[in-house]
């Protein structure tokens, strides 16, 4: 397993930007497949999106296409998330997560490694 480390989060109006930042402490950063998922008050966990250890493809949950960006810095160990036009319905506890698994990836179950959140709180 990875140990990640989330920064970014904060209080945001409706229709601000948030970047969301994931450091991981590994050598073999570049092996992973990297994602977000979030956690609402009172609602399950979902996946947000993911990105393979390239950063060639990207994958997102259908309801934050062309909202949400994934990228990654392999020489930084680090993923981002870059989150436009923000709603109050995007206020949760965002998780970086990572997997050796081949991509793509998008259940829970398949991320071995979980950082322990970064709270993203949207105000209308």
């Known amino acids: 397993q990875v140990q990640l480390v989330e920064s970014g989060g904060g209080l945001v109006q409706a229709g601000g930007s948030l970047r969301l930042s994931c450091a991981a402490s590994t050598r073999t950063f570049s092996s992973y497949q990297m994602g977000w998922f979030r956690q609402a008050p009172g609602k399950e966990r979902e996946f947000v999106a993911s990105?393979?250890?390239?950063?060639?493809?990207?994958y997102y949950a259908d309801s934050l296409k062309g909202r949400f960006t994934i990228s990654r810095d392999n020489a930084k160990n680090t993923v981002y998330l870059q989150m436009n036009s923000l709603k109050p319905e995007d206020t949760a506890v965002y998780y970086c997560v990572a997997t050796l698994l081949p991509s793509p990836r998008h259940l829970r179950s398949d991320f071995a490694s979980w950082g322990q959140g970064t709270q993203v709180t949207v105000s209308s």
């Open positions: 990105i393979t250890w390239s950063g060639n493809r990207t």
